[in-house]
C-alpha cells in the first residue's frame, strides 16, 4: 500500500525544523509556541490517525517525530523475529482457549462426573478476564516488557502442573491460573509489535492473527494423539482411575512444554526492550533516543532523530505515569484518556461492544454445537478418530482468514473498517446456512468455512483495537475491550447449562448478532488505513 507520508511537518534532519527548535532552545517560552504550531501541522490530513483530536498538543508532536524515525529505519529482522515470537503469544492464547474444552469430558469422567460439567470453560474465562485487566493497566502503568516477558512462564509452568491435579476444583484452578497468564497475551503481542511497526508495515498486525488458528490447529493435533488411544482414555465413569486416564494428562504436560520452548524463546531470541512509543509518553526522551538508535546501528539504518529536537517539544501534560499517585489513580488516568474526546469516547465504546458481542456470539455457537449435531444425527457414526481429524481441519481453514484480511484490509476502498464488516457477514450467512447441517459432510464443510470467515474478522479486530487506541493508553483500552469479551464468554458457558441446546434458535441468535457486529463495523469512527498509530 502507498502510505500517505507525513508532508505537513518538517522531518527530523529538515535544516528547517533544527532551527526551528535552536530557536525555541534559546528561550523559556518559544518551546510552547513552536510545539503549538507542531501540533497544528501535524493535524493535517495523512498524519498520524489520532492527531488533531485535541490530545496533549506536545505528546502528539512527540510521537509524530517517533513515527517518522520507525519509518526512517523501516521493516528489519528485529520486526521479523518480532512476528514470529509475538505470533506465539496468538497460539497460546487459542491453545489455551482450546485445551480447557477438549481435556474436559475425560477429566470430569474421571473425577466421578461431581460438580459443574462447563466449570472449565468458566475457570479459563475467568483466569483471561482477570489476566486481560491485570496485564493491560499494568502495561501502562510499568511498561510493556515485564509483562511479554513472563506471561508465556505462567502458562507453561501452570499447564504442566495442572496434569498432577487430583479433582475436579483444583484442576479448575490451574485453568484459571493458565488463563491468567494467557489473558496478557493478545493485548502485549499486538501492543508491542505495533510500537515498533513502520506505517507502511501497520498490515503485518492483522497477518499476525493466522498464529492463532495454527494455535488451535497445535491444540486439535495434541488431542487428536493423545485422546483416541484407548490404552490411555477411559470408556466409562464406572471404572475411571487417572492410570486408565493418562491422555489428558499427557495433553497438559505437552502443551505445557511446548509453552515452555516459546517463553524461553522470547527470553534469548530478541531481549526486548521498553517500546519507544511508551517511553516517549512517559517522558524518557533520552532512552527513545538510544533505542531507536540501537536499532538503526545494528540494521545499518539511518536514523534522525535527536534528543534536541523532543526536548524542544516541551513536557507533557500530566497525563501518564506519575510516582505519586497509587496504581488505582494510575488506572483511571489511563481509562479517561479512552474519552478524551467525543469521538475518542465513540470509538473506544464501539470497539468494547464488538468484543462483548464476538464474545457470546462465536463460543456460544460452539457451546451448543455438540448436541445440536447429535440431534441432527450429523456425528452418530463418527469414530474419536475422525472427530479429532475434522476438529483440525476446521482449525486449519482459520489460519487462512487472517491471510486474506490482511490483504483486503490494504486495499483503499475496503480497509479495516469494512474488512471487517465483510468478515462478520459472510461468518452471520454461514451461521443461518448451517440450520440445514445433517451429514458429517456438511458439518465440516459449514465448520471450515466458519472458521476461515470468522477469522478474517477477528483477525482485523485483533489489529484494529491497538491501531486506534493513543499509545499512552493503548494496553488498557485493549485489555477492557479483551476483559469484556471474556465476562460475555463466561456467559454463554452458563447460558449453555440452562438453555435447549438441541434447537436451531441459538444458531439463528448467533447469526443475527454477527450481523450487528458487521454494522457497527462500518460505522466505527475511524479508519487506519493510511495512517499512523498514535
Known amino acids: ?15 528547517m525544523m533544527q ?41 502528539e508532536t512527540k510521537m509524530s517525530l517517533v513515527n517518522d524515525a520507525i519509518d526512517e529505519i523501516g521493516w528489519t529482522r528485529y520486526h521479523t523475529k518480532l512476528f514470529f515470537l509475538n505470533g506465539f503469544g496468538y497460539s497460546v492464547d487459542s491453545l489455551v482457549l482450546l485445551l480447557q474444552s477438549v481435556i474436559a469430558k475425560p477429566a470430569f469422567m474421571e473425577f466421578g462426573e461431581v ?8 475457570a479459563v474465562y475467568v483466569g483471561m478476564l482477570v489476566g486481560a485487566l491485570f496485564w ?23 499447564a504442566a502442573i495442572s496434569a498432577a491435579m487430583p479433582n475436579w476444583p483444583s484442576l479448575a484452578l490451574f485453568i484459571s491460573l493458565i488463563g491468567f497468564g494467557a489473558g496478557g497475551n493478545l493485548i502485549l503481542d499486538t501492543t508491542v509489535f505495533l510500537e515498533y511497526l513502520p506505517g507502511k508495515k501497520q498490515w503485518v498486525l492483522t497477518l499476525m492473527a493466522m498464529w492463532w488458528g495454527l494455535g488451535q490447529t497445535v491444540a486439535g493435533g495434541i488431542a487428536w494423539g493423545f485422546l483416541v488411544p484407548d490404552k490411555w482414555n477411559c470408556a466409562s465413569a464406572s471404572n475411571c482411575g487417572w492410570r486408565d486416564n493418562m491422555g489428558w494428562r ?16 522470547r527470553i534469548t531470541v530478541i531481549r526486548l526492550n521498553e517500546t519507544p512509543k511508551w517511553l516517549v509518553a512517559n517522558g524518557r526522551d533520552a532512552d527513545v533516543i538510544a533505542i531507536v538508535h540501537k536499532i538503526a546501528a545494528k540494521y545499518n539504518r539511518t536514523c534522525s532523530l535527536t534528543i534536541g529536537q523532543l ?52 463460543p456460544l455457537f460452539y457451546v451448543f454445537l455438540p448436541t445440536y449435531l447429535a440431534s441432527r444425527g450429523a456425528t452418530s457414526n463418527l469414530s474419536p478418530s475422525e472427530v479429532w481429524r475434522n476438529y483440525t481441519f476446521t482449525n486449519i481453514s482459520s489460519i487462512f482468514g487472517p491471510v486474506l484480511a490482511a490483504l483486503l484490509c490494504n486495499i483503499p476502498l475496503l480497509g479495516r473498517k469494512f474488512t471487517m464488516a465483510i ?43 491497538p491501531e486506534v487506541l493513543p499509545s499512552a493508553h493503548r494496553a488498557t ?48 469512527p475511524f479508519e487506519p488505513y493510511g495512517h499512523r498509530s498514535s
Not at 525555541?24 to 483530536?53: C, F, P, R
Not at 502443551?255 to 515452555?260: I, R
Not at 463466561?490 to 458487521?518: K, N, Q, R
Open 1 to 15: 500500500m502507498e502510505m500517505n507520508t507525513l508532508n505537513t511537518v518538517a522531518s527530523p534532519g529538515d535544516p
Open 19 to 59: 532551527d526551528e527548535r535552536s530557536e525555541a532552545s534559546g528561550a523559556q517560552n518559544s518551546g510552547n509556541s513552536s510545539t503549538l504550531v507542531a501540533a497544528t501541522k501535524i493535524s493535517d490530513k495523512g498524519a498520524d490517525i489520532l492527531a488533531g483530536e485535541d490530545l496533549d498538543p506536545v505528546l
Open 115 to 122: 460438580g459443574f460439567a462447563n466449570a472449565l470453560t468458566i
Open 136 to 158: 493491560g493497566t499494568t502495561a501502562d502503568i510499568i511498561g510493556r516488557r515485564l509483562a511479554f516477558n513472563t506471561s508465556l512462564a505462567i502458562c507453561s509452568v501452570a
Open 250 to 265: 499427557y495433553v497438559m504436560i505437552t502443551s505445557g512444554a511446548l509453552v515452555g520452548v516459546m517463553s524461553l524463546l
Open 311 to 362: 526536548e524542544a517539544c516541551g513536557v507533557i501534560a500530566g497525563t501518564t505515569h506519575n510516582k505519586r499517585r497509587l496504581p488505582l489513580g494510575e488506572s483511571l488516568v489511563h481509562m479517561r484518556g479512552l474519552f478524551a474526546t467525543r469521538k475518542l469516547a465513540l470509538s473506544t465504546s464501539l470497539i468494547w461492544l464488538s468484543w462483548a458481542m464476538v464474545g457470546l456470539a462465536y
Open 423 to 465: 468478515g462478520a457477514g459472510l461468518t452471520a450467512t454461514f451461521f443461518f446456512a448451517y440450520a440445514s447441517v445433517n451429514t458429517p459432510a456438511q458439518d465440516i464443510g459449514f465448520s471450515c468455512a466458519i472458521g476461515f470467515c470468522f477469522n478474517v474478522y477477528y483477525g482485523v479486530l485483533y489489529a484494529y483495537t
Open 477 to 524: 483500552g485493549d485489555g477492557v475491550g479483551v476483559g469484556f469479551n471474556r465476562i460475555t464468554g463466561i456467559l454463554s458457558a452458563v447460558v449453555a447449562a440452562v438453555a435447549d441446546t438441541s434447537t436451531t434458535a441459538p444458531i439463528f441468535v448467533c447469526g443475527a448478532l454477527f450481523v450487528a457486529i458487521g454494522v457497527v463495523s462500518a460505522v466505527l
